[in-house]
């Protein structure tokens, strides 16, 4: 990747400011910025957590700031996810609350778009970002010469490569995913969100009427079709209800369709009871991996949970459940 070199420097000094700061030193003339997600702010689903974790992370680069998060809500990110080996160690320990506010951003990408540089060039030594908007595409537009010094601007899966500069599945995740019971052959991930039929988990406006599932069924017989493959189509829906509708039913009945969620990982990371997010955690993780990296091609619906898992996975081919359009994966 072009700028490599200047992406790994920047990974060394974090680095070597992990190392001291684990040795009780001070920060001297680094400046950190800091993604925020604490019991006292909402931070969004899945798909806006990754979206504004990954675009704080884009700022951090863009500014030379060095890279921590401090997500809890609901528990510690590092019991799903831990620093990739011989990456980023992104994780921070002890309490920010010290820490001077930060910007905010939540609900509000129009403030930064209007005035990017507020962030990207802040004085402050320490920033507490708080986000659940894709802030990528401004911060890069405003910081041109920099991106470009870093080869950011020319990377066509920006968050994808930063996803796996930064990730890798903690024991605990690891060890779902070691469980699952994946069918062999070609596999179809299908996301379904109808948004309001869990009302006992969370409350969320409606998305997709549950009759709209069978559009999505279409379309991944579809797809099977135009790439003449013989394959198992695997359903992630955020409702039991899916299961009864006859012909998925009838799908599974056939061994065509599986349904691979356990009833408590049917949750909203931002929406549900902390103790029913807390049971269902590493369910909801273990799903978006798979839709992310075990299946050769995706049936989504309009969700940050089915997008960030078609923009961070290998490209394959993808498209939107209602109309099956071709759904774009390569924006960063």
Known sequence: MPGMCNIRYFTQAHAALVRRLGEGGEPTNSKVLVYVCTAMSYCGGHGDRLNGMLSAFVIALLSDRAFFIDSQRPVPLS??????????????????????????????????????RSVLESQEKVIRLVSNQRLTAAALHASGQRAESLGLSRQPALHSYLFQMLFAPSPALQARLNARDLPAGRRIGLHFRAGDQMPQNWKDPPRHPLSELDEFLDCAESLEKDYDWDSTF?????????????RVQE??????????????????????????????????????????????????????????????????????????????????
Do not use: Y
């Open 79 to 116: 019991m799903v996810l831990q620093p990739t080996p011989g990456g980023l160690d992104w994780r921070m320990f002890g309490s920010h609350a010290a820490l001077p506010a930060g910007f905010n951003l939540n609900d509000n990408l129009a403030a930064f778009e209007q005035n990017p």
């Open 234 to 246: 695997i359903l992630f829906a955020d409702t039991d209800k899916v299961l009864t509708i006859p």
């Open 251 to 332: 799908l599974m009945s056939a061994g065509k369709l599986v349904w691979p969620s356990e009833p408590d990982g049917l949750v909203h990371l931002d929406r549900s009871p902390a103790t029913l997010t807390v049971r269902g955690l590493l369910q909801t993780w273990s799903d978006w991996w798979t839709l992310a990296f075990d299946v050769d091609a995706l049936v989504l619906c309009h969700s940050g949970f089915g997008a960030t898992a078609l923009e961070i996975g290998p490209r394959r081919p993808a498209v939107i459940g209602r109309g099956c359009v071709p759904a774009d994966g390569t924006t960063g």
